[in-house]
């Protein structure tokens, strides 16, 4: 059956977009995430050739690519993006870039004018390949119909690596729409080797020399398979594990072993990573700055620590640890494992703290959380550390605008599965645009707006910079989200989304267990203080202990070092 | 007592950004619309050292280099924006794309990390360069503190071109936090020349030879010295006039000459060109086809016409008029002037057509509309031909997403003037944060969507490309802004902007006086039907010719040759 009806079809005649469709199917990739225009018009005719390639329209092209990255982070597997011309890609660029930090398989697809139209430097001619260099190592023009589909199975290959890539196809709409089009065989994409065995000695005698060694995991190591390897030789060693700033998806809460990110403040990091005399790498990089600031360090590792690298970006992780594991004989040690401990239910009024907590008490089974609270959101890994079991998708690349276009994704590449959008107000709004589509596809996603009035995270870096006598009112006003107040109850509706404010944690928890209970999307508007409204630099540490993000003896560490 | 003040103020020491702000003002620089990150914290501080800059925050960099574009075309000098790093660069790309292809001055500051901190690959590190070159022909780094104030200034001429171009500073966090920087003088642009005498023989030759002559306006050219100067010239001897397809700015009606512009269909720009024996270009480009279709003419000149340019975008296009008028010796012609002649109020049910009717009746005295309703402002050009004297923004470049920041730059850089922003609904949702800016700073912008519930424009591209059998059941989909319905009063009261939905002519009149007459920001939804809902391309003609966009021998015309 299978095999007639394959004969059958590829009997048919097929223009480029049609073979370059069944490539894409043919390759795993089942989902297209797209902003059309004129030039792709073929490509969007030949949707209705493929059944297996589901079509999701987005309005605005940042989130077509942030959905193909949240896809990709759950599936396993890459989503194409459908992007209209050298516009339609810088549109789509800031959520690449974050794709790119985060090592995700995107097959990114953007439309051009005929080859020959090019020379008559219409409206929307620009030079598509410099702007895609920016996010995209593998980048290919398909100057020919006979080219488009083994251009295509060698862009779903390079995408995913390894590591993870863009792979950005260009498609001129002469070979889009050009006869004579044959689809191409899928091109499996080269294995990652395991770490050799010198570098598994290596690190092999940093954890066993008895002096203080950290592992720090990034990558496809924040998954169960990697956690418990090297909780493993945590429990065998006594060396501490740390997770990187922002994981493309680390798998935690209940039944997993539990890691401490490196904080996003580089005061913060440096408490943390002190004293250390190694440092092992596990598909992660050396901790760094997140931005540079004035007469402070940006390479966080301390002076006279060693740092190894059992398994870059483009080794396998899993194979590597399970590999160390062994020879360490830490086979047989029990790793730590997280019980299920959700905190209570908080109460009364809202804080940012509390809808955390509130996150922790009533989180699903099985929930995916994509993660862009900013400052909102600090307390909410310590929140949710013994929730049910739950995936956590985080900011990879800075670029805010992330989460409510990677939630869409991962919901579409799991719709059985709960996504909770925890989504910060001002990085809401670059890609708000998100709630439509979720509307459209009816969704399963929760998405709570943390709604405090502000670019809140810059007050901070405001101070951190160095600004001489405190900011004017000119300077205040850039950072400040209030007059007007964004109502996203309204914008929440306006897109189709069923959308609430909520005064209380009473409230909040109601409305998130109805959420969690109905299908489809609904949004929950918080209004929160900011986290540091009032606090200066100084008592950022204090704050931090209090709100429960670090152990108390980090804070205390961190005290004498800013305060000596 | 200015120069006092200069003197005191250039005794203060600065640091690189405070000597950036001193430059921009000190060249005419005196708005930024910013969208800024940590790495741009010292040019918000210095925001408050300068009382002669305003900085107007958008919640979206395409926000900012929209209005940036809007607030040029109108004050006719360059706005700043304030970006960061790639991916902020990335979202602000489109709209410089539309800056660009309307050499519209835009002094684009982009943030970086501080040089030293590149090296690192922090999270938000990226290769600008390669981002800006799509959009910045002139695009420099300042590496040192000492470089800053210089690099602005010539930022800020190279800006005003000419032609006018956008103008990219790159600048390092620690260019602009470290001490020592000295403000620069400005510098002076180069002028732009007059045709010479050879290239005025040539064209005067071809006006006065008696064969079917065109002249075809753009750029600087469509502003009333260029409309009057050219409507000499017809008068004198007969020729044709054009505008370009997409004016960057085009002034028009009551008092001033009337001008046909080149049609967005190839279809029907052919039939406008068809038997020219001489076109003259004046500040405008060779008509070619938007996008490229299968079998079908991109350079719409028709063969044996000869193309004369009296002014490229680098000349002196006023000067060169003026030139060929003199040389002709039609300085004493009286050119045709439009008389005032409003069509009636429309009444009953909504239409397209009796939106851009209703605009046409009661348009203010000196508007100022940025035009992006797409389809349904087929035929706004002839509703308003003889409303009072107005300026037109459209869609330079083609990337939508532009008529929202454009109305708000414009909206700035004329306080006193009424903006009509004439959106269409896909195009709105690229950029629909631009309310909140308008919001915000209360700009006297009257929006109104005109909401068809689909991207209209890709069902006739579909055709027009020639996809076979017609869309399936996918394809109409990804065209289809239907379900969930977009409901922009929600969406506009979201954001502050008091919002209406009208659902007759006679309201939306009412509406529209009223958004008239009261200050700040007012939306007006709109719905109407698709121009071209249930219309074959065959029967577009006829469409066009009933709706007024077209004299009728023309529509004849086209019939003939698009069905012999």
Chains 1, 2 share one sequence.
């Not at 190592?137 to 100057?143: A, D, F, H, N, V």
């Not at 196809?169 to 080797?193: E, F, H, M, N, R």
């Not at 540079?292 to 360090?297: I, Q, S």
């Not at 309204?490 to 299908?519: D, K």
Request: hydrophobic share 45%; net charge negative; aromatic share 4%.
């Amino acid at each position: 059956m299978a095999v007639t009806e394959q004969t059958t079809r590829e009997k048919t005649a097929m223009n480029g977009a049609q073979a370059l469709m069944r490539t894409l199917v043919d390759g795993g990739v089942e989902v297209c995430f797209s902003n059309p225009g004129t030039s792709e018009m073929h490509f969007v005719a030949a949707l209705d050739d493929e059944p297996k390639m589901r079509a999701v329209l987005a309005l605005f092209e940042g989130v077509a690519t942030g959905a193909a990255d949240g896809y990709a982070r759950i599936a396993g597997k890459p989503a194409a993006t459908l992007l209209h011309l050298g516009p339609g890609l810088g549109n789509g660029l800031a959520n690449l870039h974050n794709a790119r930090k985060g090592k995700v398989p995107v097959v990114n697809i953007v439309g051009d004018h005929a080859g020959y139209h090019a020379q008559y430097d219409a409206q929307l001619q620009s030079d598509i390949e410099t702007v895609a260099r920016n996010v995209s190592p593998w980048l290919r023009r398909s100057e020919t119909t006979a080219d488009v589909a083994r251009d295509t199975a060698e862009a779903v290959a390079a995408s995913q690596g390894p590591p993870g890539q863009v792979a950005t196809l260009i498609l001129p709409a002469d070979a889009s729409w050009g006869d004579g089009g044959q689809p191409a065989a899928p091109v499996t994409p080269p294995a990652p080797p395991v770490a050799s065995a010198d570098v598994i000695d290596g690190v092999a005698r940093a954890v066993r020399a008895g002096e203080r060694t950290a592992i720090l995991l990034g990558g496809r190591a924040l998954r169960e398979p990697g956690l418990v390897a090297a909780a493993k030789v945590a429990a065998a060693t006594g060396v501490k594990l740390y997770a990187e700033t922002f994981p493309t998806r680390i798998e935690r809460g209940a039944g997993l072993p539990t890691i401490e990110r490196i904080a996003y403040l580089a005061e913060l990091a440096s408490v943390q990573l002190t004293g250390l005399d190694h440092l092992v790498l596990v598909d992660a990089k050396a901790p760094v700055s997140f931005f540079a600031y004035p007469g402070k360090k940006s390479y966080l590792v301390p002076d006279g620590c060693t740092v190894h690298e059992l398994a870059s970006p483009s080794d396998d992780a899993i194979g590597s640890l399970d590999a160390l594991v062994e020879k360490i004989g830490a086979g047989g040690a029990g790793p730590a494992l997280q019980p299920l401990a959700r905190p209570e239910r908080p109460t009364g009024e809202l804080t940012a703290d509390k809808v955390c907590q509130a996150v922790g008490a009533v989180l699903p089974e099985n929930a995916i959380i994509s993660d862009e609270s900013q400052t909102s959101g600090v307390t909410l890994a310590a929140q949710t550390a013994g929730a049910p079991r739950h995936d956590v998708l985080t900011l990879t690349g800075g670029s805010i605008g992330q989460g409510l276009p990677v939630a869409v994704g991962a919901a579409i590449a799991a719709p059985d599965r709960p996504v909770l959008a925890l989504e910060a107000d001002g990085s809401a709004m670059y890609t708000i645009q998100a709630l439509w589509t979720a509307a459209r596809e009816q969704l399963d996603i929760t998405t709570v707006i943390l709604n405090n009035s502000s670019y809140s995270i810059l007050n901070i870096e405001l101070q951190r910079v160095g600004v001489q006598g405190g900011p004017g009112e000119k300077a205040k006003s850039q950072l400040d989200l209030a007059g007007p107040d964004l109502d996203f109850v309204a914008l929440g509706q306006g897109m189709g989304v069923p959308s609430v404010r909520v005064e209380t944690c009473e409230q909040l928890i109601a409305e998130l267990e109805r959420a969690f209970a109905e299908p489809g999307p609904h949004l929950i508007e918080c209004g929160v203080p900011s986290v540091y409204s009032g606090l200066r630099l100084k008592a950022m540490p204090y704050a931090l202990r209090a709100l429960g993000s670090l152990p108390t003896p980090v804070a205390r560490a961190i005290k004498r070092k800013m305060y000596p």
